[in-house]
Structure formats: structure tokens, C-alpha cells
């Protein structure tokens, strides 16, 4: 029998062995999870989308806080899904004479700017200088507020998220002198930074404010609360920051205020959820609405904003008590006109409606 030679041997073991790893390399990319990733609709999208970092996170609907122009205010809302602009709507818009014109040209236009950009970075609509500012102010404020909720939503299950900073915009106060509007941060239960939104201006109020402001920020930081001084020659003005700053408290979860924990507590956080909706423009003014919702229900509603002075007063009075009792008997906005109060019905349901939206309800 012919014997085999050894180099012979070694040369066809050499050449299985590269045809084993020929075969090997032909089969991987279809079994690499980087490559089949990437040939669908996994990391790579997402990644794309979100570079710029002025996107909005999450999903659901938020509506930014009301921008004060010179022309009237400005309010926008988005909705949000896979943490991609879907929608963008005003809430709030100049009206009235000339403004309803560039209104009806510029609102469309933004709208579509901000889906196409998926931020705040678009381009003012030429002629509607003012409007267009505001819109952006307000449009940075809902996706502000949209990468907040992303981010508390994404720390839940790990306890983490909680103790990052949160930034929370009060409701707006109206003093007799304008509105005050404070925002927060929060971290660990803490307030850790404090600003004002809002605040009167305009003749000698530039003064009082450029005075009071910083005084009432840094009170607000060192208390951890909203039970802070008034700040002497500016009374109305501490009124209504302390008014926005609680808001932004309550919002915030933060009412522990200097360490109780209270804002890290997960299961307290869902428990309870305390939400404002848009503000309704009505005939004889602005409606706006406050519900807490635990456990899918509606347990408390109460008005932000109503309709004031003259008969408007009388009216408020009778109607605003019988639309919350109502809310919270419903659990939902699909209640009954108060009679005599058609106007602050039609706009509290709006703006419940839009709370509701917002808690998810």
C-alpha cells in the first residue's frame, strides 16, 4: 500500500481549513445584528434624527408655554411619537385687524418648518417678524417639556432617573402690572435653579423687575420652596412669582423641597399626576384648566384662568365650581355647559380636554 506523505497531509488540511472559513464568511452577514439592524427600522433611524439635540423625546402630545409678543400671545403644540415631531398646532395666536392676516399666512408655514426641521431651528416667515419669535419661544418650550417627560419616563424602572434634573414652567400668573412666569430645575428633590419666564415690563416696571427678579430666583433656590419673602417695592410681582413658582413646584414634584425625598419617590410620582391644559381663548377671555389624575381618574380640577371684571366676575363665581365638580364626576371633558356661562363653558372644556391629552387621559 502506497503511504501517505506527510507534507501532502498537511497541504489538504490546509486547504479545508480555508474553505471552512470561505464558508464561514459567506454566511455572517446575514446572522451579524449590526448588519440587520441596520437594513430595518432599529437604532440607525432614531440616531439620525435626534442629531442636532434640539429635537423633542418621547410620545404624546405637549403644548409650550404661551409666548408674550407684541402682538398678542403665541402658544404651540406638538405631538410626539418615537421621539419625532408629528404635529405641530397653534394653540394661541395674534388676532384681531391686521394680525389675522399675517396670522393665516405665517401659522401654516411654521407649522410645516418645524415637522420638516424636527426642532426649533426654523427660519422666521418674512412679514410676520413677532409672531414668528413667539412661536419659536413657546415651540422650544413644548420640546423642553417633551424631553423632560422622556427622560423621567426612561429612568423609572432603574430609580435613577428620578434624582436627574428636571426642568418644570409654572403656570403664568397676571398680576395688575402683567404676568409672571417662573421655570425651575429640580435635581434630588432640590430646586437647584429658578428663572423667571415672565414678568412685568414696560416703563417703571423695568425697574421693579430688574430689581426683584434675581432676589425672588435666588430666594427660591436657597428655600427649596415657594414660602419665600416679597421683595420690598415689587408686592405684586412677588405675589405672582409665588403663585408660577408653586405651580412649577407642584409640577414638579418637588414639594419635599430641602431633602424629605419626596420628588424620588417613584410610586408617589404615578400615583398622582397634576397637569395644566393650553389655555382657551374665549369671547370674554381666557379659560384654563388644572386636573390631577391618579390611577386613570380625574380627583381634582380646578381654573388657572377665567374670565374677569365686570359681570364676568359673577358669572366665574357660579360657573367655574359646577364645570370642576363636573369634570371629576365625568373623568372625562364631555360635561355639560354651565347655563348662563356658554362662553367659559365651551372654553374650559378646550382646555380641559388638552389637560386631559397631556395626562394621557
Known amino acids: 500500500m502506497r503511504k501517505s506523505h506527510p507534507v501532502r497531509r498537511v497541504v489538504l488540511a490546509s486547504a479545508a ?123 422650544q418650550s413644548a420640546i423642553d ?47 437647584t435653579k429658578a428663572e423667571t419666564v415672565q414678568a412685568p415690563k414696560g416703563g417703571q416696571s423695568d425697574q421693579i423687575t430688574a430689581n426683584a427678579v434675581p432676589k425672588l430666583n435666588q430666594a427660591a433656590v436657597a428655600a427649596g420652596t415657594a414660602n419665600i419673602d416679597a421683595v420690598s417695592g415689587a408686592t405684586y410681582t412677588s405675589a405672582g412669582y409665588k403663585e408660577s413658582l408653586q405651580s412649577a413646584i407642584d409640577k414638579a414634584g418637588a414639594t419635599g423641597g430641602s431633602g424629605s425625598g419626596a420628588a424620588q419617590d417613584p410610586g408617589a410620582s404615578q400615583a398622582a399626576k397634576t397637569v395644566t391644559g393650553s389655555v382657551a381663548q374665549t369671547q370674554y377671555g381666557p379659560v384654563q384648566v388644572r386636573v390631577t389624575v391618579a390611577g386613570g381618574k380625574i380627583t381634582k380640577a380646578e381654573a388657572v384662568q377665567t374670565p374677569k371684571g365686570g359681570q364676568s366676575d359673577q358669572i366665574t363665581a357660579n360657573a367655574v365650581p359646577k364645570l370642576n365638580q363636573a369634570a371629576v364626576a365625568a373623568g372625562t371633558a364631555d360635561i355639560d355647559a354651565v347655563s348662563g356661562a356658554t362662553y367659559t363653558s365651551a372654553g374650559y372644556k378646550e382646555s380641559l380636554q388638552s389637560a386631559l391629552d397631556q395626562a394621557g387621559g
Open 17 to 139: 481549513t480555508v474553505s471552512g472559513v470561505v464558508l464561514l464568511l459567506s454566511l455572517k452577514p446575514s446572522s451579524d445584528p449590526g448588519s440587520a439592524s441596520a437594513a430595518g427600522n432599529g437604532a440607525v433611524p432614531p440616531a439620525a434624527s435626534a442629531q442636532g439635540g434640539a429635537q423633542a423625546a418621547g410620545t404624546g402630545m405637549v403644548t409650550g408655554d404661551a409666548a408674550q409678543t407684541q402682538y398678542g400671545a403665541v402658544q404651540v403644540r406638538l405631538t410626539v411619537a418615537g421621539g419625532k415631531i408629528t404635529k405641530a398646532e397653534t394653540v394661541q395666536a395674534p388676532k384681531g385687524g391686521q394680525s389675522d392676516q399675517i396670522t393665516a399666512n405665517a401659522v401654516p408655514k411654521l407649522n410645516q418648518a418645524v415637522v420638516a426641521a424636527q426642532g426649533a431651528n426654523i427660519d422666521a416667515v418674512s412679514g410676520a417678524t413677532y409672531t414668528s419669535t413667539g412661536y419659536k419661544q413657546s415651540l
Open 145 to 191: 417639556k417633551a424631553n423632560a417627560t422622556a427622560d423621567t419616563g426612561s429612568g423609572g424602572s432603574g430609580g435613577g432617573g428620578s434624582a436627574q434634573a428636571k426642568t418644570v414652567t409654572g403656570d403664568v400668573a397676571n398680576t395688575q402690572y402683567g404676568a409672571v412666569q417662573v421655570r425651575v430645575t429640580v435635581a434630588g428633590g432640590k430646586i
